[in-house]
């Protein structure tokens, strides 16, 4: 499926297969975009220009973006995980200790 993108760097919208998350020009992190396909090859090339100037705007593109939420399950992310390095931390409970001096009992 198609989906578009921006890329601030470049400044400029990207038709892209799939959630990329990287400008294929300049590598940088682009941004996904609410609008379809459809809607975007409709505009007439003055639309596409003011669309393309309302993206580098900061405040703009925060609402015309949307996050794919299902990113959790796709390849990029799976392989990012992959390639993270997680600490473990294991503890292990101590059974020699001696119970408080001071601690009272309810019996």
């Known amino acids: 499926m198609m989906y578009m993108h921006y890329c601030k760097r470049c400044h400029r919208v990207y038709m892209l297969n799939g959630h990329k998350q990287f400008c294929p020009k300049c590598r940088e992190t682009i941004t996904e975009l609410k609008l379809t396909y459809m809607d975007y090859v409709s505009m007439d090339e003055s639309s596409r220009t ?10 703009q593109l925060k609402t015309l973006s949307t996050t794919y939420r299902m990113y959790k399950y796709s390849k990029w992310y799976k ?17 020699d200790q001696n119970p408080m001096e001071n601690a009272l009992s309810m019996s």
């Open 50 to 59: 003011l669309f393309n100037n309302c993206c580098a705007d900061e405040e």
């Open 79 to 95: 392989d990012l995980q992959k390639q993270m390095t997680q600490q473990t931390i294991i503890t292990y409970p101590v059974i």
